[in-house]
Each structure stands twice: as structure tokens, then as C-alpha cells.
């Protein structure tokens, strides 16, 4: 069974531009989170996606939004991009749509802006 | 605002012998409880989880969970060079999305 597949793996992006990334899960889960990583802040939630539907959200601006499909993918888009988004983007899996579940993390893209 | 607590280490002890990484959390809604490793440059992987108070083994790891106390605690007997990495605790709640510590970094000395 494939695990979770975030691409493109790295990314070096310019100050203003936007990004896109994607995040396959494990086949038959339906819910996806986002998390963004920096070594200052740990691992801070972004949102999750079940069924297409954005269900939470953390304390993120609105520059960062996501979308699911209905075959469950999930993309993150970070519009003009600051300096300090420069981080480790992962997204983890789950089968339920509970907090009971475990999660599943991708490998992560890891973005640089310059 | 809901935290999850660890000492950020570094935590280093011998090979062989048992290391015991500690977490607190604030928001008594909390339900699920999740342990993950992380090797620098890697994604968390998850290790252990636990949802109902007392002791949860799974070979050389036992989480532990006290939720009057809101602590969870990961012990690794046996330790070996390969568990050397920053370990993650993190509180599932209502809201269905995990708050993580920023980890405990725990090396072993060969």
C-alpha cells in the first residue's frame, strides 16, 4: 500500500510569487491535513480537508488555502510569498474523519523563498 | 489556547538503557495522544498512540497517559544509537487536527 506522496519535494520560490503544492494520501483515506514546519515554531496546523471540504483551520493568513479533490488529493497554495514561509510543508493522512485516528505524514515539500 | 508541552531536550543517555521523554497538555478536551519520531531531514513517523489512561506497550516503547495529571510520557527500553532523533508529542481534540510539542531531542551514546 503507497504511503502519502507530497510533491514536488523542494521548492525554491521567489519573494511575491505563489506556490502550489500537492499531497496524495494513502488510498482510501479521505481526510488530509496540513502542517508547516520551521524550527522555531514545531509543526503548526494549516488546515484539513475531508470529503472535499475544508473542515478546520489554524491561525494562518489568508494568503495560505487549500482545496481537496474527490479522489481525495489535496493541494496548498501559499499566495505572494514572505521570507518567513520558508519552511517544511507536510500533510498527513487519515482513514477517519476522528480525532481517534492515527495520522500518516508524506515525505514533505520543503520551500525555500529568496 | 491549546498547548502541548516537552522539554526540548537534549536528552542523551547510554545505549541499553531506558529513556523517558515527558509531555503536558492544557486542553482536558483532548482525547487522543500520539508519540512520533523524527530523523532530522524526515517526515514524523508515527510510533505510538494512546486514548485511555495507564500504560500502552508495543516492544521497546510504553506510552503512558494521565489524563487528570494531562501528562503522557514515552519510555524506550533498550535504547539503541538507531533511536536517536527528536520524538513529537502530539494532542488530538474535537476539532479532528493534532497539536504538536516542538520535541525532545534524544540522542544515544554508543
Known amino acids: 500500500k503507497a504511503g502519502v506522496t507530497q510533491t514536488p519535494r523542494y521548492l525554491i520560490k521567489t519573494r511575491g510569487q505563489q506556490v502550489t503544492l500537492s499531497c496524495s494520501p494513502i488510498?482510501?483515506?479521505?481526510?488530509v491535513s496540513w502542517y508547516q514546519q520551521t524550527p522555531g515554531q514545531g509543526l503548526q496546523f494549516l488546515f484539513e480537508y475531508f470529503s472535499e471540504t475544508q473542515r478546520n483551520k489554524g491561525n494562518f493568513p489568508g494568503r495560505f488555502s487549500g482545496r481537496q479533490f474527490s479522489n481525495s488529493r489535496s493541494e496548498m497554495n501559499v499566495s505572494t510569498l514572505e521570507l518567513g514561509d520558508s519552511a517544511l510543508y507536510l500533510c498527513?493522512?487519515?482513514?477517519?474523519?476522528?480525532?481517534?485516528?492515527?495520522?500518516?505524514f508524506g515525505q514533505g515539500t520543503r520551500l525555500t523563498v529568496v | 489556547q491549546k498547548e502541548v508541552e516537552q522539554n526540548s531536550g537534549p536528552l542523551s543517555v547510554p545505549e541499553g538503557a531506558i529513556a523517558s521523554l515527558n509531555c503536558t497538555y492544557s486542553?482536558?478536551?483532548?482525547?487522543?495522544f500520539f508519540w512520533y519520531r523524527q530523523y532530522s531531514g524526515k517526515s514524523p513517523e508515527l510510533i505510538m498512540f494512546i486514548y485511555s489512561n495507564g500504560d500502552k506497550e508495543d516492544g521497546r516503547f510504553t506510552a503512558q497517559l494521565n489524563k487528570a495529571s494531562q501528562y503522557v510520557s514515552l519510555l524506550i527500553r533498550d535504547s539503541q544509537p538507531s533511536d536517536s532523533a527528536t520524538y513529537l508529542c502530539?494532542?488530538?481534540?474535537?476539532?479532528?487536527?493534532?497539536?504538536f510539542g516542538t520535541g525532545t531531542r534524544l540522542t544515544v551514546i554508543p
Open positions: 486542553d482536558r478536551g483532548s482525547q487522543s
Open positions: 502530539a494532542a488530538g481534540g474535537g476539532a479532528n487536527n493534532l497539536f
Open positions: 498527513a493522512s487519515k482513514g477517519q474523519g476522528n480525532s481517534l485516528t492515527e495520522a500518516f
Open positions: 488510498s482510501g483515506h479521505r481526510s
